[in-house]
Structure formats: C-alpha cells, structure tokens
C-alpha cells in the first residue's frame, strides 16, 4: 500500500462544473497536507496547505481534511480549462518525512 | 522576491559519471529539500537540510549526498550516475524544517545516456 494514494485519473469535468479530487494515507501522525498543480513539463505550484480538521477556503478552491478518515480531497469550483493539469497531495509527519502522491490529471473541457 | 532558483536546467550525462546540481532557496527561507521526479510518478523525497544539517533523509542510495552552505544554498551531488537517475530534481524551500508550506524551484531535468 502507497503512503499517499490518489486516483490517478483522468478526470474530466465541463468547464463551470465542480471538480472534485481526493486522496488517502496511511501515516496517523501526518500534521500538515498539501495540494499542489502541476502543469506538464513544469514544476509543482503550491495552491493549498491545510493543518486542522474541516474545511479551507481559498478562492474557488477549497481543501477538506478528516484525520480520522485520514482522507485529505480538493475541490475547485467553477473549473476553468487554465485548471487542466496534475493535482499532487502531499503529507508531512511531525519528523519531517514528505511524501507526495502520484497525482491526479485533471481535464476541463470548455 | 525572486523564488527558488535551480542550475543547470538541463544536464546530459553518460553513466557513470558525477553530477552537481545547485539550488538557491527563497530569500530568508532556511531550509532546503530534494526531490527526485520521474515521469508519471509524484516527487520522490531525498533530503531536507536546515541550517546547513541533515533534518531528513528518504530511500535513496548512498551514491546521492547533499549539503547546505551558510547562506542556505544547496547542492545535491550524485555519483557513478546509472540510466534510472534520469528524471527531474527539484528543490524546494521552507521558512523551516517540519510542517512548513515547500516552494518549488524550475526543477534540473537531467538526462543520463
């Protein structure tokens, strides 16, 4: 079993629709979770950090954390083509130790 | 503020041979942290340096080795370079070590024949 699982997709939705995207990990001691975007052939780009348990809002993008589910999911409103890209989960334990999922490609069809 | 810088951003090498990459991170970020990318996979951790100690290591082989500078840069050093150690490196910084949010840099896509 991967420490940080997504699916890896694709996932399509229209352009205006919800795009919805998740991700799980094994490590009870993760504090702190991550999603980053990542268009090809460029690097990772920071969108959201998440820390506590609930939900985050950030523009039309909004983070949702369950410790005890140990499910993490990023949903973004409104997708626009622009958000076609890798969407990465990351997960930090209280030791440093980070580990990134393999990322879920996201398609927004205009 | 200029992000995280990276050198080269492209790099070719034959196996066997040694290769330094170069990361500057975000100005008053103290911590510095490696990756390695292979296509179709997320970043692989490597290292985490902050105030020039190694505050984190991940699966890699002893052939990699890093070090951070007083200035906070960074290099990753890789020897005897084999075919597998083709992929992107990426750098990111943090304020600190632990749970604080990472910035990438452009990443060093290297490319071992």
């Known amino acids: 079993q991967k420490e940080v699982e997504q699916n890896s997709g694709p996932l399509s939705v229209p352009e205006g629709a919800i795009a919805s995207l998740n991700c799980t990990y094994s490590?009870?001691?993760?504090?702190?979770f991550f999603w980053y975007r990542q268009y090809s052939g460029k690097s990772p780009e920071l969108i959201m950090s998440i820390y506590s348990n609930g939900d985050k809002e950030d523009g039309r993008f909004t983070a949702q954390l369950n410790k005890a589910s140990q499910y993490v999911s990023l949903l973004i409103r409104d997708s626009q083509p622009s958000d076609s890209a890798t969407y990465l989960c990351a997960v930090i334990t209280n030791a440093g130790k980070s580990t990134f999922g393999d990322g879920t490609t996201l398609t927004v069809k205009p | 503020d200029a992000g995280v810088t990276q050198s080269p951003t492209h790099l070719i090498k034959t196996r066997g041979q040694h290769v330094t990459l170069r990361c500057s991170p975000i100005s008053g970020h103290k911590s510095v942290s490696w990756y390695q990318q292979v296509l179709g996979q997320g970043p692989q951790f490597i290292f985490q340096y902050y105030e020039k100690e190694e505050r984190g290591r991940g699966n890699f082989p002893d052939r990699f080795s890093a070090r951070q500078f007083p200035n906070y840069s960074s290099e990753l050093n890789v020897n005897a370079l084999l075919l597998g150690d083709s992929a992107l490196y990426l750098c990111a910084s943090s304020l600190a070590s632990g749970r604080n949010e990472q910035f990438f840099g452009p990443g060093t896509r290297l490319t071992v024949l």
């Open positions: 490590d009870r001691v993760s504090q702190s």
